[in-house]
């Protein structure tokens, strides 16, 4: 079975510009989160969705904003870039089944502002 | 979501067991604890999770102690390319997927 996809692999955006990510959750899967990851802060949760609704969001602005489709696929935007949003965007996806409902991550897409 | 506290380094030799430990003082009775490895800034990979039972797969057993305060992720026989930083995560058994990641322990398997 294929793991999470997510494109662009690498993107470089400048400030002030917008940007849309995309993850393709594993077949089956309805539950897709995404996290931040910089050196400074680690990983941080941003948002999760299930069967097209957010059930949960991290603290962020609202800058960061996303969205899920009725094939499970979801898509994070960042709007008005700044320098502080470089970081590795990670997407993970759970079926979920039941209580012990593992997460998988993608390989993440790596946000260059400049 | 409970905390979890894990050195920030270790070093294995290469061939021996490597034993990671994470504190998680505050869990509750119904939060799982997971295990994940993140290498080379790729997504974090799943290793292993439990509640209260010591468990084992392919990759790694884990050691729950009976008040569920702490556990540890042992790899058996480390190689090389088990260096990785590796994250403990407690998060209750149902409802929403929102993990809270710690600093993690970045493990170095020596040749």
């Known amino acids: 079975k294929a793991g999470v996809t997510q494109t662009p692999r690498y993107l470089i955006k400048t400030r002030g510009q917008q940007v849309t990510l995309s993850c393709s959750p594993i077949?089956?899967?309805?539950?897709v989160s995404w996290y931040q990851q910089t050196p400074g802060q680690g990983l941080q949760f941003l948002f999760e969705?299930?069967?097209?609704?957010?059930?949960n969001k991290g603290n962020f602005p609202g800058r960061f904003s996303g969205r899920q489709f009725s094939n499970s696929r979801s898509e994070m935007n960042v709007s008005t870039l700044e320098l502080g949003d470089s970081a590795l965007y990670l997407c993970?996806?759970?079926?979920?089944?039941?209580?012990?409902?593992?997460?998988?991550f993608g390989p993440g897409t790596r946000l260059t502002v400049l | 979501d409970a905390k979890t506290t894990q050195p920030p380094s270790m070093d294995c030799a290469e061939g021996r067991a490597a034993n990671l430990p994470c504190n998680h003082s505050?869990?509750?009775?119904?939060?799982?604890v997971y295990w994940y490895r993140q290498i080379h800034s790729q997504g974090p990979q799943y290793i292993i999770h439990?509640?209260?039972n010591n468990e084992t797969n392919e990759m790694a057993s884990l050691i729950i102690t009976e008040d569920r305060k702490s556990s540890t992720l042992i790899l058996p026989h480390a190689t090389l390319r088990d260096t990785a930083v590796y994250y403990c995560?407690?998060?209750?058994?149902?409802?929403?997927?929102?993990?809270?990641f710690g600093t993690g322990t970045r493990l170095k398997v020596l040749a």
């Open positions: 993970a996806s759970s079926l979920p089944t039941g209580h012990t409902d593992t997460q998988y």
């Open positions: 077949s089956g899967h309805r539950s």
């Open positions: 969705y299930f069967s097209e609704t957010q059930r």
């Open positions: 505050t869990i509750s009775g119904n939060e799982y």
């Open positions: 439990g509640l209260k």
């Open positions: 995560i407690v998060r209750f058994t149902s409802g929403t997927y929102k993990y809270i």
